[in-house]
């Protein structure tokens, strides 16, 4: 078992930055994927980008590329998603879920473990 927890979302304006903290427990060895999702009311479930969690590749949604950055600390069991330039389109509850199997996936029912989500809210 798996348990995700997020933080570091919060208000910011347009054009600030913000970095998201996913803290792995339990199970770590294995998560073989960590990616981020968002959710806007009435909106799907979106997929914002994922990382290995023993070498580092990276896979990034086109609607942030160049914009958000994902990362990850093995010993700190931790996964970051640093945002920048943040417009309020990007405001939505941020998730963080893990993926217990190979390969890439951007849907969400390839995911296995999930945390509870953090608001980020873009002001204009």
């Known amino acids: 078992q798996v348990q995700l927890v997020e933080s570091g979302g919060g208000l910011v304006q347009a054009g600030g930055s913000l970095r998201l903290s996913c803290a792995a427990s339990?199970?770590?060895?294995?998560?073989?994927?960590v990616g981020w999702f968002r959710q806007a009311p009435g909106k799907e479930r979106e997929f914002v980008a994922a990382i290995t969690w023993s070498g580092g590749s990276t896979d990034v949604a086109n609607s942030v590329k160049g914009q958000f950055t994902i990362s990850r600390n093995n010993v700190q069991n931790t996964v970051y998603l640093q945002m920048n330039s943040l417009k309020p389109e990007d405001t939505a509850v941020y998730y963080c879920?893990?993926?217990?199997?190979?390969?890439?996936?951007?849907?969400?029912?390839?995911?296995?473990?999930w945390g509870q989500g953090t608001q980020v809210t873009v002001s204009s």
């Open positions: 879920a893990a993926r217990g199997s190979s390969g890439w996936s951007r849907f969400p029912s390839g995911y296995d473990y």
């Open positions: 339990g199970r770590t060895f294995s998560m073989l994927r």
